[in-house]
């Protein structure tokens, strides 16, 4: 393994934006829209099951999906 490979940066993949935003709407029930960047507003945040259904006013877009069980978990 080169130097070369450890030190560059990781790329975000659509699956950690994706993960990032759910498990922003978990916590605070809005994140920015994925699509058009407007303030989507969580219909459904559940912490219990994880399960999270954003839908954006600006652009209509809807993003379902489950919050990682870190998110989910309690803070102290």
Do not use: F
Request: net charge negative; aromatic share 2%; proline share 4%.
């Amino acid at each position: 393994m080169s130097v070369a490979s450890l030190a560059a940066p990781r790329v975000a993949t659509l699956a950690d934006l994706v993960g990032e935003t759910l498990d922003e709407a978990l916590g605070l029930d809005t994140a920015p829209c994925l699509w058009c960047g407007g303030e989507a507003v969580a219909a459904i945040a559940d912490r219990w099951t994880g399960r999270v259904v954003l839908r954006c006013p600006s652009c209509a877009s809807e993003l379902e999906g489950a919050g990682r069980r870190r998110a989910r978990e309690a803070r102290s």
